[in-house]
């Protein structure tokens, strides 16, 4: 099993970032897909969920309105789009797929 997260990276309060979360190795359409993130010094926190099929999604108040979680499972990945960007949403962005994690990706928002 293998999750890969891309797409990190340092970008200034306001911008945007699209996470990836390239998966293989166990059957991505029938699993319920996550992002959760660690910032220092924190615990790890839920951001965004979403169904099997695509059908519904979940997020963390924190990042209502700002941050999209999309799947093509065609592709067997997952997305994060992040929009209005805050230095408070800097951390290391994993996917997650029941009991199965990536190593991360960072995010840094400074100016």
């Known amino acids: 099993v293998q999750l890969v997260e891309s797409g990190g990276g340092l970008v200034q309060p306001g911008g945007s970032l699209r996470l990836s979360c390239a998966t293989s190795?166990?059957?991505?359409?029938?699993?319920?897909m996550s992002w959760y993130r660690q910032a220092p010094g924190k615990e790890r926190e839920s951001v965004a969920s979403i169904t099997s099929t695509g059908g519904g999604t979940g997020y963390a108040d924190s990042v209502k309105g700002r941050f999209t979680i999309s799947r093509d499972n065609a592709k067997n990945t997952v997305y994060l789009q992040m929009n209005s960007l805050k230095p408070e949403d800097t951390a290391v962005y994993y996917c997650?797929?029941?009991?199965?994690w990536g190593q991360g990706t960072q995010v840094t928002v400074s100016s």
């Open positions: 190795g166990f059957t991505f359409s029938r699993y319920v």
């Open positions: 997650n797929a029941w009991r199965y």
